[in-house]
């Protein structure tokens, strides 16, 4: 892991190495999601059933997983498991519920009448992965938001495991949270049918959800086509730490984001050499008993870095110039910090607001913007799952009284047929 003393070049020439992992995707790999997409949009069901049998290795019969199957999975799931996801989703909802807007009417003295009008989407495809990459928690956190904004119809999509069947485990989950519809489809190829439909599924409005390289850009691809969530980058971590953190809890949590991916980015930003140097040695001793210990070593040689700087103003202003996905405040007095970071997708508060936390339990969304997205984009919420539309109303007296400054500037503009609809009112 890089040791960078901070002189406003070693670390620029850093940030400079993150930013091209992030880059545009791998030609390659857009040409084959090109091809899969038109496949799946001229072919429908016969496209999807022909990649699922090739990446996945067995398709099922029927792509849709009928209500039985659901409803066994729940029953025999384990009773903590079980309850764990109940807790969790109760945390998740009440901190989602208070996101929720109401539309507005503003009727004025003269007649006129404006107004805005907020519903939940018509229907949303949420795309889980499966396989040895199952995440319960991403069901959790894009199904419950999509839920209370008023989505009418939730479609999950979801790969098939070898044997052909479904994740036991996001069955659960989709059951727990009241997805609607589970179809046993993965890869840009689930991405296609969502967006353009098939003969079994269902043209959706927004599609959100993790996904592989292929998945995430057969999203790229379609946005427009259909609405996404965002196209998410590998994992990252920023902790901010003085002199007062623990190194242990400094080690665990950098490695507990680098264990998702070789690309995956952890970043320690310290006043502090004593802790540099003692975390470094506690990611040597934490990592000889981690599962994952291949894929953090390569990320955290890769990508890892720390970085010791003058004063917490600089590591503030290191924190808000990376725009992390996750970002720990592991400092005295850390609540101090709210009010100057930025740009991160959630902050993390204190030495017992690990970032795990806020991946299965706390409430706020999991699902973050990276790669430096989080300079102006925001983590998934209630507000990604509703439309808005305006409304307008004028008496004829109104319109009269703004007639003249609109004839003024429609002719400024050239279009003299905007003008002439108003101008007719009054002939």
Known sequence: MKMIRCNGKDEATFFASLRERSAAPDPKVVE???????????NGD?????????????????????????SNALENADPKFVEALLNAIENIADFHNRQKEQGFTNAREDGVILGQRLRGLARVGLYVPGGTAAYPSSVLMNAIPAKIAGVQELIMVTPPGKDGKP???????????????VFLMGGAQAIGALAYGTESIPRVDKIVG???IFVATAKRLLYGVVDIDMVAGPSEILVMADDTANPKYVAADLMSQAEHDVLASAILVTTSERVANETLAEIERQMATLSRKEIIAKSLE?????????????AVAMANEVAPEH???????PLEYIGKLDNAGSVFLGAYA?????????????????????????PLSVYSFVKRSSYIYY?????????????????????????????VRFD
């Open 32 to 42: 084959t999601v090109t091809t899969i997409l038109d496949d799946v949009r001229k």
């Open 46 to 70: 016969a496209a999807v059933r022909a990649y699922t049998e090739k990446f996945d290795g067995k398709c099922p019969d029927c792509f849709e997983v009928d209500a039985d199957t659901i």
């Open 167 to 181: 994740n036991p485990d996001i069955l659960v989950a989709a059951s727990l949270c009241g997805v609607d519809r």
């Open 210 to 212: 993790p996904g592989n």
């Open 302 to 314: 890769n990508y890892g870095a720390i970085l010791i700087c003058d004063s917490p103003a600089q």
């Open 327 to 333: 970002l720990e405040v592991l400092m005295e007095n």
């Open 354 to 378: 690990s970032e795990p936390l806020g991946d299965y339990y706390a409430g706020p969304n999991h699902v973050l913007p990276t790669s430096g997205t989080a300079r102006f984009f925001s």
């Open 395 to 423: 008496t004829e007296n109104a319109l009269r009284e703004a007639k003249d400054d609109i004839l003024c500037i429609a002719n400024r503009e050239g279009l003299t047929a905007h003008a002439n609809a108003i101008a």
